[in-house]
């Protein structure tokens, strides 16, 4: 498990305000319920196409819009600094580069589908040259290179999922950090608020003018097949019954 270096505040040059829509479009009509409420947060610009960033591993930092830890790198060419998902096993010190040109198992570095080891574990993969990694990015994420040709490669996902992907393409070494994510608890509804994430209330808790399941005598189940407040059914077309008696 990658250990988080405590800094106080994020690169300045590399935050902006996020905000967040609370499940609305563009009309404000909610198109995503239970959701809304959350703490305010800074978005992080992180380089996913891994084309320029290499340097020294200078901190590890909490980031409150993804599950994986980042890393801040400094490149002593520039002068600069800029974040990039942190592997497992990182630490303080280690050098990253992108584009590497090696063939061994560097944690962290960047380079091409063609030049990674078979069976290797890599995150943050692009579809094609040049663009964004795009698979492989929250914690605990990896996938492994089963097989290439002249032009392809097949990536085994993490969710047993097979893809061929471009051989130029490039992939990070190593796993996600932060594998322990998925273990989290949030023990009181207050951590869930805090996330954005808003309370679900069953329809038939509810009273008839709100909900068509509301009502009823005591505990009901609703008395018809599952609906949405609106009337419109959830879970597809209710199946026809033949009827009794009806020869057919």
């Not at 994020?10 to 995503?32: C, E, M, Y």
């Not at 200078?58 to 002593?76: K, M, V």
């Not at 198992?105 to 290797?120: W, Y």
Request: net charge positive; hydrophobic share 30%; charged share 25%.
């Amino acid at each position: 498990m990658t250990k988080k270096r405590s800094i106080e505040k994020p690169l300045k040059s590399q935050i902006k305000a996020h905000k967040t829509v609370s499940g609305r479009n563009n009309k404000g009509r909610i198109t995503s319920w239970h959701r809304g409420g959350c703490h305010k947060r800074l978005h992080r610009e992180i380089d996913f196409k891994r084309k320029h960033t290499q340097g020294i591993v200078i901190g590890l930092e909490y980031d409150p819009n993804r599950s994986a830890h980042l890393a801040r790198i400094f490149n002593p060419d520039t002068n600069k600094q800029n974040y990039i998902l942190a592997p497992t096993n990182l630490r303080q010190g280690d050098v990253v580069r992108s584009n590497s040109t090696f063939c061994g198992l560097n944690n962290a570095h960047s380079k091409p589908l063609s030049r990674i080891l078979t069976g290797t574990p890599i995150h943050n993969i692009s579809l094609h040259q040049g663009d964004n990694g795009k698979l492989l990015r929250a914690s605990g994420s990896h996938g492994h290179i089963l097989k290439k040709t002249k032009n392809l490669a097949q990536i085994r996902l993490k969710s047993g999922q097979y893809r061929w992907v471009d051989i130029k393409a490039q992939a990070t070494n190593g796993i996600v950090s932060n594998t322990e994510h998925r273990f989290i608890k949030l023990k009181k509804a207050g951590r869930a608020r805090w996330l954005g994430h808003r309370p679900v209330v069953r329809g038939v808790a509810m009273n008839p003018i709100d909900h068509p399941h509301g009502g009823g005598e005591g505990k009901t189940s609703g008395g018809r097949p599952s609906v949405t407040p609106w009337g419109k059914p959830t879970k597809g077309a209710t199946p026809q019954r033949l009827k009794k008696n009806v020869k057919i």
